[in-house]
């Protein structure tokens, strides 16, 4: 019995290039975007976006602008003004209260220094140099203080005025004061100066 061969596929015919539009490759006349487009229709061919109408053109994504500049911390001399007052007038007090009760308070001498811190961080700001100066400046308040209540005992007992041993015998004051002066003497200075330095650091805030 032979063998039948099937028959072979049939090779198409290959289609002619001019009916073909995509056989081997269109003329360039009739494809407007062979070779380099043209830039008649096309006002940003070649070159790029004009910066005028782009204000961060030419700027790295994710650009911030700068910060605005940080506030004025006060006025510092204004506020060595308020300090100097407020160490005239609270050293006044102190003194008459010692004078008056015989005694060092150590309340009062916190009441000095926070007066002072509060005028000087109300009046000058949050300028860092006001809490230094507030704090030296307490310590003349308390020590003018218990100079004018030093002065006031000893006015009670030579019947001479405070005013006049202060301005007449401020040797004879001071004196009696190095006399009587003890370690919570000076232990309210630290606690005035402290008072003064917090204090203005908190009126500030």
Known sequence: ???????????PPSQ??????????????????????PTDGNPF?????PAGGNP????QPGFVPPAPAAPRRGNVGLG??????????????YGAIIG???????????????????????????N????VVSAVVSLGAVYVGQLIGVAMIGADESGVSATTLLTEHFDLVTAAWKETADVMTYLFFAIGAYAAFSGTKKAAA
Do not use: D
């Open 1 to 11: 019995m032979s063998q039948t061969t099937p028959p072979s596929q049939p090779t």
């Open 100 to 126: 008056a009760t015989g005694y060092e308070i150590g309340y009062a001498a916190v009441g000095v220094g926070f007066l002072i811190g509060l005028a000087a961080g109300k009046a000058g700001g949050s």
């Open 128 to 131: 860092p140099v006001l809490p």
């Open 56 to 59: 961060f053109a030419g700027q």
């Open 45 to 49: 061919a070649g070159q790029q976006q």
């Open 80 to 93: 060595i003004v308020a300090a100097v007052v407020a160490a005239l007038v609270t050293a006044g007090i």
């Open 16 to 37: 002619p290039t001019e009916g073909n539009p995509y056989a081997a490759q269109q003329p360039v006349a009739g494809n407007p975007y062979a070779g380099q487009q």
